[in-house]
């Protein structure tokens, strides 16, 4: 009776020893999806979006380091590595890019790949751009997420006239390595025009030309800035506002980011909110949705944001109508 038992547990360990044998001996594990994660800044400079995109991920149940790795690849804010840090993305035959900072991440992934799916986040149409083929059917391979930032420097003007309607001249900053600039410099010459103002515009690429562009303010002495929408701005938001503070400007931004680091005023959409709404699209994809099944999202809420402190800094006398049509107002 021993002897039969041994021989059945004997079978037993190694009928289990046999069935693990091909994952043992081939190191297979369970498979792990893999995210390209291609950003044309640098993520750390923007903590609380990439915890965004986190959140969306999470919300469709893959949490990095348990059931999802993320391959991250930052340009740094220069521009041309994009193209290379996307083709090392498709050689690690990631499952899916999430393309932000910007949509040069989306434009690189977009020529590198025709088969792997993009979740890009888009300050500016992304159908002019050619990511998708429309917003409702997009198409080939990406899909993601359209945030209007550079569609409103229009209306970021008209609220900066609101606040300062004694300026007749304002200065715009802008990057020109951006895909969007010149539509981005059109509308804000166009929207200056229509106010009878006189606009002069500004190029910053790096940090350097930055500090270059405000010492020009100071020759130049506009009655305003309006710093345009751009993620290289956006990681440098703490360098701007405090300048913008030291040359005694009054500016408006993109973000509001922008007013909670001391800026004067934002205007636009929630950056979290589609950083969040990257996250998810690309979980959606990873269980199995493909690009082109899902519709571009547009984003739907704006956030009007006024710093009261940095106004009263600046001896601005906010107008009671604008600042009752706030958001936000911090005081």
Do not use: C
Request: a neutral charge; hydrophobic letters at 45%.
């Amino acid at each position: 009776m021993a002897s039969y038992i041994g021989r059945r547990e004997l079978l037993v360990a190694l009928g289990g020893a046999a069935a693990a044998w091909p994952l043992a001996a081939h190191g297979q594990q369970p498979a792990v999806p893999v995210i390209g994660y291609l950003h044309g800044q640098s993520p750390e400079r923007l903590p609380h979006l990439m915890g965004a995109f986190r959140q969306g991920l999470n919300e469709t149940g893959y949490i990095e380091g348990r059931n999802v790795a993320i391959q991250l690849r930052a340009a740094e804010g220069q521009i041309g590595r994009l193209p290379a840090l996307a083709a090392e993305l498709v050689d690690r035959r990631v499952d899916v890019i999430a393309a932000t900072g910007g949509i040069n991440s989306a434009l690189a992934a977009k020529m590198a790949t025709t088969t792997i799916p993009i979740v890009f986040l888009s300050g500016d149409d992304p159908v002019k751009l050619g990511m998708v083929a429309s917003f409702n059917r997009p198409g080939g391979n990406a899909t993601g997420i359209y945030v209007f930032l550079q569609a409103m420097e229009a209306k970021r003007l008209g609220l900066l006239h609101e606040l300062v309607p004694t300026a007749v001249t304002v200065a715009a900053l802008l990057n020109p390595s951006n895909a969007g600039f010149q539509l981005q410099m059109k509308n804000i010459e166009d929207a200056a025009r229509a106010l009878g103002l006189q606009a002069h515009i500004l190029n910053a690429t790096n940090e350097q030309d930055i500090h270059a562009a405000f010492t020009a303010l100071g020759k130049l002495r506009p009655g305003a800035l309006l710093v345009g929408a751009d993620p290289f701005f956006n990681a440098r938001r703490e360098q701007l506002t405090t300048l913008a503070a030291h040359y005694a400007i009054p500016a408006i931004y993109e973000a509001r980011e922008y007013a909670v680091a001391g800026g004067l005023m934002s205007y636009g959409t929630s950056l979290i909110e589609g950083y969040r709404q990257v996250g998810i699209y690309t979980g959606r994809i990873l269980k199995g949705e493909k690009p082109a099944d899902l519709p571009v999202v547009q984003s739907t809420t704006f956030e009007f944001v006024l710093n009261l402190k940095t106004a009263k800094a600046l001896g601005l006398e906010v107008p009671p109508g604008l600042s009752a049509r706030a958001d936000e107002v911090i005081e």
